[in-house]
C-alpha cells in the first residue's frame, strides 16, 4: 500500500489476531526506511503501539484497546512523514506578495 488510508490501517488492525496474523508493519518502501509503524495483539487484550521515526529521534510505545482510535492516531502520526510515492509538500511564502483589489461597487 503506498499511502495507508484510515480506513486501510483499520481494517488492517481488525484482521490481527492471537495465533497467525499477530502484527502489522507499515513503513515506506525503501531499503533503510527511517521510521514505521507497528500494532501488535496483546496476550490480556488490547493492542501495542510502536511508533518510530529516527530522523526525529522519536521512539514511542503504547497500549490501546479502540482499532478506531489506533487507526485515526496513526493516521494523523503518519500524514507527518515521508512516504516515496507521495509528492512532496510545496509550502509558499506569500508573506512578500502585493494584493491589489478592486472594490465592488453596489448600486441601489
Not at 494523523?76 to 512578500?96: G, L, Y
Amino acid at each position: 500500500m503506498d499511502d495507508p488510508s484510515e480506513d486501510a490501517l483499520f481494517m488492517m488492525i481488525s484482521e490481527l489476531n492471537d495465533s497467525d496474523d499477530t502484527f502489522v508493519v507499515v513503513q515506506p518502501d525503501e531499503d533503510e526506511p527511517v521510521w514505521f509503524a507497528s500494532v501488535a495483539v496483546l496476550d490480556k487484550g488490547g493492542h501495542e503501539i510502536v511508533r518510530r521515526d529516527a530522523s526525529r529521534h522519536e521512539h514511542e510505545v503504547t497500549t490501546a484497546t479502540s482499532i478506531n482510535d489506533i487507526a485515526r492516531d496513526l493516521t494523523i502520526w503518519m500524514a507527518a512523514r515521508h512516504f516515496p510515492a507521495r509528492p512532496t509538500r510545496q509550502v509558499t511564502d506569500f508573506s512578500n506578495t502585493t494584493y491589489l483589489f478592486r472594490p465592488r461597487c453596489s448600486r441601489d
